[in-house]
């Protein structure tokens, strides 16, 4: 029987222009025969972004909803583009209306948070002396 070491990766030389580093090692066998070799590749190419990420929380939203309509109602007039085509231009005018979207969300819960935090400021310094009304005094605990 002939004993080989498979211990190589062929690789092209294009691909190794926009490779930085490769890192090879062969691995325990553990109960096997056989000894697994590893190949690790890294490049600082600029990673892609992406086109859109959704909060799901934003789903149960109902103007949410409505923002998505419109936005693929809107670019849904243009027919001769093909499917891909559409659909990235979809999710950038989404993306772009959540983000408008998102952030006056955020104001009117901040509006509100402020709102809610000042009455709780006045019930606390009004004269009578915190939560207490007259009707919670009048009430028997017995």
Known sequence: ???????????????????????KWVGSGGISDH?????EVSSNSPKLCSPFKVNVTW???DEFQRIIK???????QIEQWSMTKHLA??????????????????KKE?????KIQFELVKLEDSDSGGYDTPESN????N
């Open 59 to 61: 789903l149960r939203d």
């Open 1 to 23: 029987m002939l004993e080989r070491r498979l211990d190589r990766f062929p690789i092209k030389e294009p691909l190794m222009d926009k490779i930085d580093s490769i890192r």
């Open 70 to 76: 419109e936005a693929w109602q809107a670019s849904s």
């Open 138 to 141: 009048s009430i028997s605990y």
């Open 35 to 39: 000894s697994p070799i590893f190949l």
């Open 89 to 106: 231009r979809n999710l950038i005018c989404l993306k772009k209306r959540t983000i408008e979207w998102e952030k006056e969300k955020k």
């Open 110 to 114: 901040e509006e509100t948070l402020c």
